[in-house]
């Protein structure tokens, strides 16, 4: 048949059936590792045997794909544009040829959640709990971050689904599957006569400090209601914040579900933020290239289920 005669998606095919599609898993492991040798571990072929595949890849390709640069190797552009089609492509593939669909009582696979650590904190134990009752060989990983992560969270970082504060932006489809609230944390034996405008006005504040991350929203609604505040000490994981508070009298305003579970842990004493603010709410925000499958409908059942004790809590008064 003429190729003229051929729809684009035939003569891809076309083309595709010249080339020899056992490149790919080697491509996809140099593309992961930017390294022939680990690249040759992952994929178990000998280090000669993988450079002479990268010949092969460059020639094919017509892009060096991996250049080296002050003493380390980089990927070209269009590598780096390559990692998340031949990962999808292969996720895919992998997918299709699974002889049974997934079965959370034997499946066995990682799964892989990226989440602030006070999220992990709250969310980390309960979602184990569940695992270990619905899934009792899959291993869980939690890979921890301040939210500013590359985009290459889900290609570089094969991550399933990030839990996203909402007030971070993401081009992904996202899901709304818990709600936050603010409160008021201060040191131990701090005098039950003042009350939380007291403490917030009076006391040095701990807060959260990072240059891409807004400010919050209780800070805003403090200067709207005109109450003074002088924030003293400040950190970068928003974890440490009530930790600091053993330090010396001092007052923050945090979570509410990490801050009820560092009450009995720390012995902080934790009251409701005195005026309205807007809640903060947790996204799930889902790998693109993970698609509608069975997988991802249990997942989302899983998170749903081991977060409902947060969403009774968030609706319980101190």
């Given at each position: 048949?003429?190729?003229s005669?051929?729809s684009?998606?035939?003569a891809?095919l076309?083309?595709?059936?010249s ?5 790919l898993v ?6 992961e590792?930017r ?5 040759a ?5 000998s280090q000669?045997?993988l ?8 020639r ?21 544009q390559?990692?998340a089609p031949?990962?999808h492509?292969?996720?895919?593939s992998?997918r299709?040829?699974r ?8 499946d066995?696979?990682?799964l892989?959640?990226?989440m602030?650590?006070s999220?992990?904190?709250v969310?980390g ?7 270990d ?14 939210m500013?992560?590359?985009?290459g ?5 094969a991550v ?5 504060l909402e007030?971070f932006?993401?081009p992904h ?6 709600d936050?609230?603010w409160v008021?944390l201060s040191?131990p ?5 003042l009350d939380?405008?007291?403490l917030l ?7 959260y400090s990072?240059?891409?991350y807004p400010q ?5 609604v403090?200067?709207?209601?005109g ?12 974890l440490?914040v009530?930790?600091l508070?053993?330090?010396?009298p001092?007052?923050c305003?945090?979570r509410?579900?990490a801050?009820l ?18 809640p903060l709410?947790v996204?799930?925000?889902w ?10 409908t ?7 289920e081991a ?10 008064t101190?």
């Amino acid at each position: 048949m003429d190729d003229s005669a051929l729809s684009t998606s035939d003569a891809e095919l076309v083309r595709l059936a010249s080339v020899d599609l056992n490149l790919l898993v080697p491509l996809l492991a140099l593309l992961e590792t930017r390294s022939v040798t680990r690249a040759a571990e992952v994929v178990g072929l000998s280090q000669p045997a993988l450079s002479h595949t990268l010949r092969r890849l460059r020639r094919l390709l017509g892009d060096e794909l991996l250049v080296r640069e002050a003493g380390s190797m980089i990927l070209t552009p269009r590598a780096e544009q390559m990692v998340a089609p031949v990962r999808h492509a292969l996720e895919q593939s992998a997918r299709a040829l699974r002889p049974h669909t997934f079965d959370p009582a034997t499946d066995d696979r990682t799964l892989t959640i990226a989440m602030t650590t006070s999220t992990a904190f709250v969310v980390g134990p309960l979602l184990m709990g569940v695992l270990d009752r619905r899934a009792p060989h899959v291993t869980l990983r939690i890979q921890t971050t301040n939210m500013m992560s590359s985009p290459g969270v889900f290609t570089d970082d094969a991550v399933d689904v990030v839990l996203l504060l909402e007030i971070f932006a993401s081009p992904h489809p996202r899901e709304r599957l818990y709600d936050e609230r603010w409160v008021v944390l201060s040191s131990p034996g701090t005098p039950s006569s003042l009350d939380t405008v007291d403490l917030l006005s009076t006391l040095p504040h701990v807060a959260y400090s990072d240059p891409v991350y807004p400010q919050m929203k209780p800070y805003e609604v403090l200067d709207r209601e005109g109450v003074p505040y002088a924030v003293r000490d400040s950190v970068s994981d928003y974890l440490l914040v009530p930790h600091l508070l053993l330090a010396a009298p001092r007052v923050c305003v945090h979570r509410l579900q990490a801050g009820l579970a560092l009450r009995d842990v720390l012995g902080v004493r934790v009251d409701e933020f005195p005026f309205d603010a807007p809640p903060l709410g947790v996204d799930m925000v889902w790998n693109p290239w993970l698609s509608e499958d069975p997988f991802r409908t249990w997942l989302r059942e899983v998170l749903v289920e081991a977060t409902a004790p947060l969403r009774v809590r968030a609706e319980q008064t101190i």
